[in-house]
C-alpha cells in the first residue's frame, strides 16, 4: 500500500475507536491468521465479584472472607480486588498482614493476626501440601458455571472455598464471531483454571484454548501458534499480556487496560470492545485490496 493509503486506513480506524501505531501494523493485520485473545478482562469485564462461599470444618462465613480480604489488600490482582470489595460490601473490618507475597499466577500468602494464610488457586495449594483432595469436586462444580474457585487456607488447614464470577462483555460473542467468520482461528489464554476457561470459551463460542498458563509463559503460546505457520494477533489488557502482545505479529490492547500493554501493543482499541478487531482487520484489507 501507498504512504498515503496507509494514513487512509490509519484514521479511517481511529474514527472506529481504533489506535493503529504505525503502518506496518495496519498490513499486517489483512494476514492475521489466528487471534490469541486473552481471557480476564479481555473477553470478560476484568471486573470479578465473589458469588459463592463454601466453609469447611465449621468455619465462619465472614471470617473466612475477612481473612482473605486481609491478605488481599496487598495485591493488586483484579481477583483481590473482588475480595476486598466484597469484604467492605459486609462491613468486615480489615486487618494487617506481616510478611506478604504475591505468588503470579497462584495467590498470594502472609500472616494475618498470628496465622499463616494461603489464598489462590489448586496449584499453590497442591505446592504446598495442603489437603484439598476432598474439595475438588464443588471447585470443579464453581468452575463448570464459569465461576472461579480460589481456596482459603490457614495454618495447613483449608478453612473455605471463595468463587468469583466476572461478566463476559455484552458484545464479547458477536465480536468473536465476525473474526471467525473472516476466517481467523480464536484462541483463548488465559492463567485461570481450565474448567473455569473452558465454561467461558463455550459461552462465546471458541473452540481452543490455552489455559493455566503462567505470566512468563503466555508468550510461548503466541510462538507456538507461529511456528505452526500463523500470522499471530494478540489481544490482551494486562502486564501479564506484556510480552505476548509484543511477540504477536500484531498486538491489540484494550485502551482501558494496563499502561505497559498499551505500551506493548502496536494497536489500542480505545472503547474496549472486541469489535475493534474485526474492524481493524476490515480496514487493513480494504486498504491493501484498493490500492497496492
Ligand atoms: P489471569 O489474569 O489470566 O486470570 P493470572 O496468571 O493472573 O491469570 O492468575 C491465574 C490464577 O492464579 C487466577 O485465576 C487465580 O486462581 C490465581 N491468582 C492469581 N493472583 C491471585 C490473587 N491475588 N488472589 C487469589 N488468586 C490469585
Ligand atoms: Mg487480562
Do not use: C
Amino acid at each position: 500500500a501507498t504512504p498515503m493509503s496507509v494514513m487512509v486506513g490509519v484514521g479511517k480506524a481511529a474514527e472506529a475507536g481504533v489506535l493503529i501505531r504505525n503502518g506496518q501494523a495496519l498490513q499486517t493485520a489483512s494476514k492475521i491468521t489466528a487471534m490469541i485473545l486473552d481471557k480476564t478482562g479481555t473477553i470478560t469485564e476484568g471486573a470479578p465479584k465473589v458469588t459463592e462461599i463454601k466453609t469447611i470444618g465449621g468455619a465462619d462465613e465472614a471470617e473466612v472472607l475477612r481473612l482473605a480480604a486481609t491478605l488481599e489488600q496487598g495485591s493488586e490482582h483484579p481477583l483481590a480486588q473482588s475480595i476486598v470489595e466484597s469484604a467492605k460490601d459486609r462491613g468486615l473490618n480489615l486487618g494487617s498482614t506481616d510478611s506478604f507475597n504475591a505468588i503470579a499466577g497462584h495467590g498470594v500468602e502472609g500472616n494475618v493476626e498470628g496465622r499463616a494464610i494461603l489464598f489462590g488457586n489448586e496449584k499453590l495449594m497442591r505446592d504446598r501440601q495442603i489437603a484439598i483432595d476432598a474439595h475438588l469436586e464443588p471447585a470443579q462444580a464453581m468452575a463448570a458455571r464459569a465461576q472461579t474457585p480460589m481456596y482459603l487456607a490457614a495454618d495447613n488447614q483449608l478453612l473455605a472455598l471463595i468463587a468469583v464470577a466476572d461478566p463476559i462483555k455484552q458484545d464479547s460473542v458477536d465480536a468473536i464471531r465476525r473474526l471467525q467468520k473472516d476466517g481467523i482461528r480464536v484462541v483463548m489464554l488465559t492463567g485461570d483454571n481450565r474448567d473455569t476457561a473452558k465454561a467461558v470459551a463455550e459461552q462465546v463460542g471458541i473452540k481452543e484454548v490455552f489455559a493455566e498458563v503462567l505470566p512468563e509463559d503466555k508468550s510461548d503460546k503466541v510462538a507456538e501458534l507461529q511456528k505452526q505457520g500463523e500470522i499471530v494477533g494478540m489481544t490482551g489488557d494486562g502486564i501479564n499480556d506484556a510480552p505476548a502482545l509484543a511477540l504477536a505479529d500484531v498486538g491489540f490492547a484494550i485502551g482501558t487496560g494496563t499502561d505497559v500493554a498499551i505500551e506493548s501493543a502496536d494497536v489500542t482499541l480505545m472503547r474496549g470492545s472486541l469489535h475493534g478487531l474485526a474492524d481493524a482487520i476490515a480496514v487493513s484489507r480494504a486498504t491493501l485490496r484498493n490500492i497496492r
